[in-house]
């Protein structure tokens, strides 16, 4: 599976941005998608997941209620949309795929395909 983040981009606080990311080679939506992200000098955090199979999204505490995502099966695409953007949001974005249990999904080593990221930078 290949993925490929896209949507990042500049925008003040408060505002909102959609990312996508977009598969293609494997059965995309056979697999949990998580977002993570990497600010500068930071280690890479969990953002958010939308399992394989029916169930609730999973998020994180820094993005709950503001955050959502979404999968588009027909078009082999998962979307973030974020609202309400604050400038510690700022970071580089990455989707993943994998087949996490639900007690690990937040986990990034289970996740075995990665797109290159989308740079997030919300201006104060």
């Known amino acids: 599976v290949q993925l490929q983040a896209s949507g990042g981009g500049l925008v003040q606080a408060g505002g909102s941005l959609r990312l996508s990311c977009a598969a293609s080679g494997g059965t995309f939506r056979t697999y949990t998608t998580g977002w993570f992200r990497q600010a500068p000098g930071k280690e890479r955090e969990f953002v958010g997941a939308?399992?394989?199979?029916?169930?609730?999204?999973v998020y994180a505490d820094s993005v709950k209620g503001r955050f959502t995502i979404s999968r588009d099966n027909a078009k082999n695409t998962v979307h973030l949309q974020m609202n309400s953007l604050k400038p510690e949001d700022t970071a580089v974005y990455f989707c993943?795929?994998?087949?996490?249990?639900?007690?690990?999904?937040?986990?990034?080593?289970?996740?075995?395909?990665w797109g290159q990221g989308t740079l997030v930078t919300v201006s104060s």
């Open positions: 993943a795929a994998g087949r996490p249990m639900r007690s690990s999904i937040s986990a990034s080593e289970m996740y075995y395909y």
């Open positions: 939308i399992p394989q199979s029916s169930g609730y999204n």
